[in-house]
């Protein structure tokens, strides 16, 4: 995508627009992990109920993972600063109704916009990067926001985690207004406007992704308190699968489809599309049941339990940095495969929590094995998932890895809360119920990594070691960054 003509003049100031760019996906992750450790205190300030509270990370990953690649396509058709714009614009305002919610409705409504804001905002400031950097330059750019994204999670929670302890829940969210504000102010006059490109949004591809997941979610969420036959689950299953088929025949029918049913020609896309949802599904419920472990039953304050996910983070990081030293020895698809099954371990550990256990050795422990698998595994899964696409379809590609990061991460936390729901009762003064609802949640995630392995096992592995052209490999191939995933 090139810049219009007024590039050269906005371009001299890298550092300033690399500054915006990261700041600004910063917030986003900020947001994620302010989730995690305010989630007891916002079911105790509106009183919600486990399902109910499910919803608050889900109505926004739902609709942040259904819009997502209608984002990415969107800034062809806009311009990546104006839409870059509005969508800081839809967030801060977004964050803002959040901070001021009354109740758990008016949450969640606010979080689902919010994640319409997100939306717009991830996917446009990696190609933010790619308009204003060239060569050595992007390369640096690129690897400031993988690193933002490394250890964006963990400063995340300490600093939701020192807000919601010192000031309230509410102010975690509210810090994005100003920060929002700020950045659409210098954004406008730094960013260079890039050129549009003619083509029309496929708006029914991202209802018809958006509302078949939500409804398969809702199901899913459901069936924990009204059991598998009830007519809503079974209503909201039904509704969810029908959307779906509509959606790929749609997309098989669309000029300019927002999920190009061709990138599912290669096994190993196809696969590691598969892998991540599964192993993203793990990975929510590990953050969404831990965090309520530490503050519940261990009477850890939303500071220490942000903290208490620095082993994990620490080493995830570490682990990272290593990956392109190991790639240059050993195949990725072994990487994956060595991530994923440590991670199975470290979640299998962590799994048999009981009352009496002590921080160090029952979670600290296990989450060193699950930061070193995830260190491992997330780069190779991105690879997979763009591997040998036509070069128009690289965009495309990188914006369905993230689709299935985000998918993931919301079936995965309806799965498991459906799971665990029959393990106890909603009741959080009870720490033997909670460790037990704890527990089985994690135990399904466990189960969740079982199948990604299996995935990666027999459909990736394979086809890696044999790998022959594709379909379309006799297209030019553009081996451009994929965006790095929210968690």
């Known amino acids: 995508m090139r810049l219009t003509k007024d590039a050269t003049e906005r371009s001299g100031r890298p550092k300033t627009i690399l500054a915006i760019i990261l700041v600004s996906y910063f917030m986003i992750l900020l947001d994620n992990s302010v989730v995690f450790t305010g989630l007891p205190s916002i079911r105790t300030d509106l009183g919600l109920t486990t399902a109910a509270l499910s ?55 606010s979080r689902a916009l919010q994640g319409i804001g997100a939306a717009i905002v991830a996917p446009t400031s990696l190609a933010l990067i790619t308009a204003h950097f060239e060569g050595q330059a992007r390369a640096r750019a690129v690897a400031w926001y993988s690193a ?89 299953l039904a509704v969810g699968v029908v959307l779906l088929t509509v959606l790929v025949v749609h997309e098989s029918r669309a000029e300019h489809p927002i999920m190009p049913l061709r990138l599912f020609r290669s096994r190993e896309r196809s696969g590691a599309y598969v892998a991540r949802m599964l192993y993203l599904g793990a990975m929510i419920g590990f953050f969404f049941f831990t965090t309520q472990y530490l503050q519940d039953v261990l009477g850890f304050s939303p500071l220490q339990a942000g903290a208490g996910f620095f082993p994990m983070t620490v080493v995830n990081f570490i682990v990272a940095m290593a990956v392109p030293r190991l790639s240059s020895r050993m195949p990725g698809a072994a990487l994956m495969a060595a991530g994923v099954t440590l991670t199975l371990v470290g979640m299998a550990w962590l799994s048999r929590l009981e009352v009496g256990d002590t921080y160090a050795t029952a979670v600290a422990l296990p989450m060193l094995l699950i930061g070193a698998g995830q260190g491992l595994a997330f780069a190779p899964l991105t690879s997979s998932g763009i591997v040998g696409v036509r070069a128009e379809d690289a965009g495309a590609a990188s914006g369905l890895v993230n689709t299935a990061h985000q998918m993931g991460t919301a079936l995965g936390l309806g799965i498991l809360v459906a799971v665990s729901a029959h393990a106890g009762t909603d009741g959080p ?48 191939v553009e081996q451009a960054p994929a965006l790095t995933p929210t968690r």
Request: charged fraction near 15%; aromatic fraction near 6%; proline fraction near 4%.
């Open 429 to 476: 003064d009870d720490g033997a119920e909670i460790t037990a609802h704890v527990s089985t949640a994690l135990t399904g995630a466990s189960v969740l990594l079982a199948a990604a392995l299996l995935v990666v096992v027999t459909v990736i592995v394979p086809t890696h070691l044999r790998r022959r052209p594709v379909p379309d490999a006799d297209h030019p």
């Open 55 to 109: 919803w608050v990370q889900d109505a926004y990953t739902l609709v942040f993972g259904g819009l997502l690649l209608l984002g990415a396509r969107a800034g062809d058709l806009v311009g990546r600063r104006r839409l870059f714009v509005i969508g800081l614009a839809i967030f801060g305002a977004a964050s803002l109704l959040i901070g001021l919610a009354p109740t758990g409705s008016w949450l969640v409504a």
């Open 148 to 236: 933002t994204a490394g250890i964006g999670a963990s400063l995340g929670l300490v600093v939701g985690g020192s807000l919601t302890e010192w000031v309230s829940w509410r102010a975690a969210f509210l810090v994005n207004v100003p920060i929002a504000v700020a950045m659409i102010v210098v954004a406008s006059r730094v960013l260079a406007e890039t050129e549009r490109r003619h083509g029309r949004f496929d708006s029914p591809g991202a209802l018809l992704t958006t509302l078949g997941m939500g409804s398969l979610v809702f199901g899913i969420i459901e069936s924990g308190t009204r059991g598998w036959v009830s007519p809503v689950t079974v209503s909201g």
